[in-house]
């Protein structure tokens, strides 16, 4: 089993769509989460951590689920400039350093 | 400086040199990151600094790579005898500290010829 993992997509959706993006992980005492955002040839910028309580950013919520070991995006009223891939980070197991998921790729559609 | 500087930006080396990396972290970061991403592939962990720990060299691909951290400053990674597999964009990262989110530089493009 990969150290953290997410579906590839691509997710093709229309502008003002609800998407939803999940990503599990196998450390399970993996204590910081975060989902970075990748534009095409460009580096990985943070777009938000992922506490435990969940937490919300605009158009953006994450959520944590430690049972079942996957952390979730959602975004809201997609916009065409949210189209990117998404990557989600956990803690690998040892030293903890940090593991990106190969990330999820969005476009948004006009 | 204001953010994570990494040089060269693009390199072009011929199959069989060495090559080195440069990473110059946010001051004050503790936690310092490679990875090495092909093209239209994810983020591949390379190793890991983290303050004064042995560096967690658990994701170097051969022997032919290696990286140093002079105290929480620079790093350098290391290429021997380039292969063209090696081709890709190597990308540092640095934190705060182990929880913190971390920060990435724009990458150097890697191409072996």
């Known amino acids: 089993r990969k150290e953290v993992e997410q579906d590839p997509g691509p997710f093709n959706v229309p502008e003002g769509a609800t998407v939803a993006f999940n990503c599990t992980y196998s450390n399970s005492a993996s204590q910081s989460f975060f989902w970075y955002r990748q534009d095409c040839r460009k580096e990985p910028k943070l777009l938000m951590s992922v506490y435990s309580s969940g937490n919300e950013d605009g158009r953006f919520t994450a959520q944590l689920n430690r049972a079942s070991q996957y952390i979730s995006l959602l975004i809201r009223d997609s916009k065409l400039s949210d189209s990117a891939t998404y990557l989600c980070?956990?803690?690998?197991?040892?030293?903890?350093?940090?593991?990106f998921g190969t990330g999820t790729r969005l476009k948004v559609l006009a | 400086g204001a953010g994570v500087s990494q040089s060269p930006s693009n390199k072009v080396t011929e199959k069989g040199k060495d090559v080195e990396l440069r990473c110059d972290p946010i001051?004050?970061?503790?936690?310092l990151y490679w990875y090495r991403q092909r093209l239209g592939q994810g983020l591949e962990f390379l190793i890991y600094f983290q303050g004064n720990s042995a560096p967690d060299k658990s994701g170097l691909p051969s022997d032919r790579f290696s990286a140093e951290r002079t105290g929480e400053s620079v790093s350098t990674l290391t290429i021997q005898r380039t292969q063209q597999e090696d081709s890709a964009v190597y990308l540092c990262?640095?934190?705060?500290?182990?929880?913190?989110?971390?920060?990435f530089g724009q990458g150097t493009r890697l191409t072996v010829v």
């Open positions: 990262a640095s934190s705060f500290d182990r929880r913190t989110e971390a920060f």
């Open positions: 980070v956990a803690e690998g197991p040892g030293t903890y350093k940090y593991i």
């Open positions: 001051s004050g970061h503790t936690a």
